[in-house]
């Protein structure tokens, strides 16, 4: 009796584990596999028998990813620092805004309060796949009007990022706002600080990590984006951004393996490093609320 | 005015507390702060994306394309491009198709990502923690370069998937994998888009219901199991039910999510010219900008359809958000 049921429970136990390492497989291995054809020279890559490790470790693809030429007049520096203008500017930005509006809806009773939050909550679904024949044709004219090219620049991505990024983070950072308890204020009020003292001492320092947090979240969505980017972009090389630069490797008559898995995982190690850091708050932004993590 | 107001001071109130004299000053400003305050935020959000939507529907009634892009004066057209779109049979068939694959990525993501959520709160800390980080590597791969592997995995030629099939015996999974193309057809190419964006969203799932499962006190379980309830059983009338609002909006959130997927068909199909293997939002993309010339009316007619039936799921979103007080 006693052996049967130990029997059953080994089994079981062999069975939890025979499943997590198969789910743990196909979680991993496309990362690996991307790292694995980044790594072995362009001979291991074009073969029918490919291997599960590389024979050799080789770099010539990131070398040649870094210094080589995909497009004319254009390197993988140009692609990293147009990333880098267009998303840093817009989670900047974005987080200044959220920060005020935050503010605005945590600590004041209003009448479009409500108004407001539903507002965010729905705009947040609205897919900008959808929009983005009418985005382009409003930038288009927003641009002439203001006498500037919006379209075929980066000016125009990075206002329609800010935007993007606004409903996540302002609802976020809100969240923030409201669990500094007011009677903290209230005392430092009374001891004599004022508003900016209050804001800079007290509200500031606590709400930090969660505009943090927001930001992080807004980095890796901007620096993720494509369809915006390609819309908008597509024939000014000078300011593709680095996802559109991959699409690009697919132009080529044999398409070069080897450097898209090395410019790929340049694309996501900056991902990686802040998708760690934030984490534990991934789950609970996006649920909300739903679970209490 | 009357909004009512909470705290004595004030953040954008640079004197703090302020003299007798001026209190008549006060309550007006006040009632105004927080207007200024997601003015910034709340005129970003309309220039870029409520004007877009209103644009849109507009756009949708007028015979729009490059000439009126141009500044020529648009034409009122109807419902034209409505008639159209409704009765044009390639329209339906997309419209099939994207509900078709929609579905079948959501309700896979959400089986797979609840399985691997109640795997990861049976196994010791050790295990889930290793198994975690694993999820956290699917789902931290950027879209595009998710689409891109998968697209490697299954090249036709050098793809390691068709070389495994390749050297495995013929008798077991036949022959002709050397040069097998997954990417020509709809019955091929979007079982492996189904596969990439279920590899990149069954992480979330999984830890959020990790989550919802480590917040169900433990006695239920033990009431259940007195009850004589196996796995199965205490699933459906324990953990389902404490869990039913976490799942409906995790349903509501991958719905949305995978109706709109346009990268990952892009890089798989090779750009939006391939006719042939369209969703909903490549085809508005078609329409609007890879046709000759381009019809901005119509893909916007299309737009406004997809945009009306995402807002529709959206409701739902919005009653489970009320309901949890988000908007309070």
């Known amino acids: 009796m006693n052996n049967v049921h130990r029997m059953r429970r080994t089994a079981g136990r062999v069975g939890l584990y025979t499943a997590a390492l198969a789910v743990l497989a196909f979680a991993v291995f496309p990362v690996y596999w991307?790292?694995?054809?980044?790594?072995?020279?362009?001979?291991?890559?074009?073969?029918r028998e490919p291997t599960l490790l590389p024979r050799t470790i080789t770099f010539e693809h990131f070398e040649r990813v870094l210094s080589g030429v995909l497009i004319p007049g254009t390197s993988f520096w140009s692609f990293l620092?147009?990333?880098?203008?267009?998303?840093?500017?817009?989670?900047?930005?974005?987080?200044?805004?959220?920060?005020?509006?935050?503010?605005?809806?945590?600590?004041?009773?209003?009448?479009?309060?409500?108004?407001?939050?539903?507002?965010?909550?729905?705009?947040?679904?609205?897919?900008?796949?959808?929009?983005?024949?009418?985005?382009?044709?409003?930038?288009?004219?927003?641009?002439?009007?203001?006498?500037?090219e919006l379209v075929n620049n980066l000016a125009g991505v990075f206002v329609v990022y800010v935007a993007v990024s606004l409903p996540i983070t302002i609802l976020m950072v809100r969240n923030f706002v409201n669990a500094v308890p007011k009677d903290l204020e209230e005392a430092a009020a009374i001891d004599g600080a004022g508003s900016w003292t209050i804001f800079w001492r007290i509200l500031m320092p606590l709400v930090a990590p969660g505009l943090?947090?927001?930001?992080?979240?807004?980095?890796?969505?901007?620096?993720?984006?494509?369809?915006?980017?390609?819309?908008?972009?597509?024939?000014?090389t000078g300011a593709y951004t680095l996802p559109i630069s991959l699409q690009y490797y697919f132009g080529a008559v044999s398409i070069e393996w080897g450097s898209i898995m090395?410019?790929?995982?340049?694309?996501?190690?900056?991902?990686?490093?802040?998708?760690?850091?934030?984490?534990?708050?991934?789950v609970s932004g996006l649920t909300m609320g739903a679970v209490k993590g | 005015?009357?909004?009512?107001?909470?705290?004595?001071?004030?953040?954008?109130?640079?004197?703090?507390?302020?003299?007798?004299?001026?209190?008549?000053?006060?309550?007006?400003?006040?009632?105004?702060?927080?207007?200024?305050?997601?003015?910034?935020?709340?005129?970003?959000?309309?220039?870029?994306?409520?004007?877009?939507?209103?644009?849109?529907?507009?756009?949708?009634?007028?015979?729009?394309?490059?000439?009126?892009?141009?500044?020529?004066?648009?034409?009122?057209?109807?419902?034209?491009?409505?008639?159209?779109?409704?009765?044009?049979?390639?329209?339906?068939?997309?419209?099939?198709?994207?509900?078709?694959?929609?579905?079948?990525?959501?309700?896979?993501?959400?089986?797979?990502?609840?399985?691997?959520?109640?795997?990861?709160?049976?196994?010791?800390?050790?295990?889930s923690t290793i198994l975690g980080l694993g999820l956290m590597l699917a789902w931290a791969t950027p879209v595009i370069s998710a689409a891109i592997v998968y697209r490697w995995l299954f090249d036709t030629r050098y793809g390691l998937f068709n070389s495994i099939m390749a050297a495995l015996p013929d008798w077991l999974v036949g022959s002709g994998w050397e040069e097998f193309n997954w990417f020509n057809s709809p019955s091929t190419l979007f079982p492996i888009l189904i596969v990439t964006v279920v590899w990149q969203s069954f992480p979330f799932v999984a830890i959020s219901v990790l989550a919802g499962l480590k917040s169900?006190?433990?006695?239920?379980?033990?009431?259940?199991?007195?009850?004589?309830?196996?796995?199965?059983?205490?699933?459906?009338?324990?953990?389902f039910p404490m869990l039913r609002p976490l799942f409906a909006l995790l349903l509501v959130l991958q719905v949305?999510?995978?109706?709109?997927?346009?990268?990952?068909?892009?890089?798989?199909?090779?750009?939006?010219?391939?006719?042939?293997?369209?969703?909903?939002?490549?085809?508005?993309?078609?329409?609007?900008?890879?046709?000759?010339?381009?019809?901005?009316?119509?893909?916007?007619?299309?737009?406004?359809?997809?945009?009306v039936l995402v807002l529709a799921i959206t409701a739902y979103y919005l009653r489970v958000m009320i309901r949890q007080g988000e908007t309070r």
Request: hydrophobic content about 55%; proline content about 5%; overall charge positive.
């Open chain 1, 212 to 236: 943090a947090a927001a930001s992080i979240f807004a980095f890796i969505t901007c620096w993720n984006e494509f369809v915006v980017a390609f819309t908008f972009l597509q024939n000014n």
């Open chain 2, 1 to 127: 005015m009357t909004q009512t107001l909470e705290r004595a001071t004030t953040p954008d109130d640079p004197q703090g507390p302020r003299p007798r004299i001026r209190s008549k000053l006060v309550p007006r400003r006040r009632a105004l702060a927080p207007y200024l305050l997601i003015l910034p935020a709340l005129t970003a959000l309309a220039v870029v994306l409520l004007w877009p939507i209103v644009q849109m529907v507009w756009m949708s009634l007028h015979d729009y394309g490059l000439r009126q892009l141009q500044g020529q004066e648009a034409e009122w057209n109807g419902f034209a491009h409505y008639t159209a779109v409704l009765t044009d049979a390639r329209f339906w068939e997309i419209f099939r198709n994207t509900i078709v694959v929609c579905l079948a990525m959501v309700v896979v993501t959400m089986v797979l990502g609840t399985l691997v959520g109640i795997l990861l709160n049976k196994l010791p800390t050790w295990a």
């Open chain 2, 216 to 239: 169900i006190p433990n006695e239920l379980y033990e009431a259940a199991r007195m009850d004589g309830a196996g796995a199965w059983k205490s699933f459906w009338n324990v953990t």
């Open chain 1, 262 to 282: 090395a410019a790929s995982t340049l694309l996501t190690v900056p991902v990686m490093i802040f998708f760690l850091i934030v984490q534990r708050r991934m």
């Open chain 1, 81 to 148: 620092t147009n990333s880098l203008i267009v998303t840093l500017g817009a989670v900047i930005v974005a987080a200044l805004l959220s920060l005020l509006a935050a503010v605005g809806v945590a600590r004041y009773r209003f009448r479009l309060r409500s108004v407001f939050i539903v507002l965010l909550l729905v705009i947040q679904m609205v897919p900008v796949e959808a929009l983005i024949i009418s985005l382009f044709v409003n930038f288009f004219h927003l641009g002439r009007t203001l006498d500037m």
């Open chain 1, 34 to 47: 991307v790292l694995a054809t980044a790594l072995r020279p362009t001979g291991e890559i074009f073969t």
């Open chain 2, 256 to 307: 949305i999510w995978d109706f709109r997927i346009f990268t990952q068909l892009f890089i798989l199909a090779g750009g939006v010219t391939n006719r042939e293997v369209a969703l909903l939002p490549v085809y508005i993309y078609q329409l609007g900008f890879a046709s000759t010339p381009p019809n901005y009316g119509m893909g916007s007619a299309i737009a406004v359809i997809m945009t």
